[in-house]
């Protein structure tokens, strides 16, 4: 990390969903909660609480040069809406696995 940017990955214990046009994608009980200096704390799900099967892989990537490349999927009407690294840097390696959605809610 360079100086003045830190990322930390805990277990967290809140109930996170995720709805997009009255359709659950994801519902999980055990999110990791990544929070990065100067973004908005990010809640990754495990792979086996998306429903994927709603999910369309697209050919946008990116590169964090904190976490890594990530590789996302779309919704109809939602381009990009989800991201994942597949094979993240050492410091963040818990996402591994992980989805995460720019709009969460926690119940």
């Known amino acids: 990390m360079t100086s003045g940017h830190t990322i930390t990955v805990e277990q967290g214990s809140e109930r996170v969903r ?4 009255g359709q ?3 519902e999980s009980s055990r999110p990791l909660v990544l929070r990065e200096t100067g973004c908005p704390v990010r809640y990754y799900l495990p ?4 429903r994927t099967d709603l999910l369309a892989p ?5 590169y964090c040069p904190f976490k890594g490349t990530a ?8 381009a990009d ?3 994942s ?3 993240p840097k050492p410091e963040v390696a818990a996402v591994k696995d992980h989805l995460c ?5 926690t119940v």
């Open 18 to 21: 995720v709805v997009h046009d």
């Open 24 to 26: 659950v994608l994801a």
């Open 47 to 50: 792979r086996e609480d998306v």
């Open 58 to 62: 697209s050919d946008t990537t990116t």
């Open 71 to 78: 590789s996302y999927w779309s919704v109809p009407g939602a």
């Open 81 to 83: 809406l989800v991201w």
């Open 85 to 87: 690294y597949p094979d």
């Open 101 to 105: 959605f720019y709009a969460t809610e």
